[in-house]
């Protein structure tokens, strides 16, 4: 199992934590999916701006809520892709990285900041997993664009997905 998630990771360089980042681009945001044997690994990481409307440490409730809210909506993976029933997938582990938060900060001394969640996932038939649909979007109108790319075994590719075009095939 640990050598498998190692085994993804690397097919992306390196886990969303630790990359290191060009400045991020507003109504932008990433999704990296890996399929290797039972597992599958969601990743995506997102401008805050995209999903709350701001950047700054919550001033007030209302922005604190919005914060909690879009963090609660990440580590929902039914919030965030719709996975093939079929498959017969269950969430093994979520990861969510979210500024502001007392222990690790994405905030950025430039003034952005950043949400991230990664979810793994164990699927009873893997062969199943034939496309996700992104369900981000109608979430939130701000998120114009997601630069996915995945990694199964039909290969490796990178795709843009918009609210129009919201599947992403395995
Ligand atoms: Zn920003």
Same mark, same amino acid.
């Given at each position: 199992?640990?050598?498998? /998630?190692?085994?993804?990771?690397? %097919?992306?360089? $390196?886990?969303?934590? !630790?990359?290191?980042?060009?400045?991020? =681009?507003?109504?932008?945001?990433?999704?990296?999916?890996?399929?290797?044997?039972?597992?599958?690994? /969601?990743?995506?990481? +997102?401008?805050?701006?995209?999903?709350?409307?701001?950047?700054?440490?919550? &001033?007030?409730?209302? =922005? &604190?809520?919005?914060?909690?809210?879009?963090?609660?909506?990440?580590? !929902? %993976?039914?919030? %965030?892709?719709?996975?093939?029933?079929? *498959?017969? $997938?269950?969430?093994? +582990?979520?990861?969510?990285?979210?500024?502001?938060?007392?222990?690790?900060?994405?905030?950025?001394?430039?003034?952005? *900041?950043? @949400?991230?969640?990664?979810?793994? #996932?164990? $699927?009873?038939?893997?062969?199943? #997993?034939?496309?996700?649909? /992104?369900? #981000?979007?109608?979430?939130?109108?701000?998120?114009?664009? /997601?630069?996915?790319?995945?990694? +199964?075994?039909?290969?490796?590719?990178? !795709?843009?997905?918009?609210?129009?075009?919201? @599947?992403?095939?395995?």
């Amino acid at each position: 199992m640990k050598r498998t /998630i190692a085994g993804l990771l690397l %097919v992306f360089g $390196c886990g969303a934590a !630790s990359a290191q980042h060009a400045p991020h =681009e507003h109504g932008v945001a990433e999704l990296r999916v890996a399929v290797a044997g039972n597992t599958m690994q /969601i990743e995506f990481e +997102s401008p805050l701006d995209n999903l709350v409307g701001f950047e700054h440490a919550p &001033r007030t409730d209302a =922005e &604190r809520q919005s914060l909690a809210a879009a963090g609660a909506a990440l580590k !929902s %993976v039914e919030r %965030v892709v719709s996975v093939p029933a079929a *498959a017969g $997938c269950a969430v093994v +582990s979520t990861q969510l990285e979210q500024p502001f938060a007392e222990h690790e900060g994405r905030g950025h001394d430039d003034g952005h *900041a950043e @949400m991230a969640v990664t979810h793994v #996932l164990q $699927c009873a038939k893997p062969a199943a #997993l034939d496309r996700l649909e /992104i369900r #981000l979007f109608a979430l939130y109108p701000r998120l114009r664009q /997601i630069r996915a790319e995945r990694a +199964s075994p039909r290969g490796q590719t990178a !795709s843009t997905l918009t609210a129009e075009q919201r @599947m992403l095939d395995l």
